[in-house]
């Protein structure tokens, strides 16, 4: 019998984080894993066909080969596009006039605005 390898299945929502550490035969590949484990039960939120899956922070395929100490990672969907968040977040600075109206960064101290001339 093959000796079995270490892994990790990792899954966090906001206010709840579940690890759980399982031994698995060489050769196992991720979905695989995830079946074994008990985290489908425990979350039945996660769907396997929507959620991406990674290995220690770098997104990965579910029928990647897992190694010795590998922690798979199930990644919720974004709620929210991050571009979207940045630009409103800039849009609202300017208009607080935290921002330079022109080139969305610090305003300059120094230059005279717009107000004065």
Known sequence: MAELINIEVAYALPNKQTLLVLQVEP????EQAIQRSTILADH??????????GIWSRT???SDTLNEGDRIEIYRPLIADPK??????AEKAKQEGRADKITGGRPNPRKKS????
Do not use: F, H, S
Not at 27 to 30: A, D, L, M, R
Not at 44 to 53: A, G, M, Q, S
């Open 27 to 30: 050769g196992t590949n991720i």
């Open 60 to 62: 990965a395929k579910l």
């Open 114 to 117: 717009e107000e004065n001339e």
């Open 44 to 53: 039945p939120e996660i769907d396997l066909t929507e959620n991406k899956v």
């Open 84 to 89: 979207e968040v940045r630009k409103r977040r």
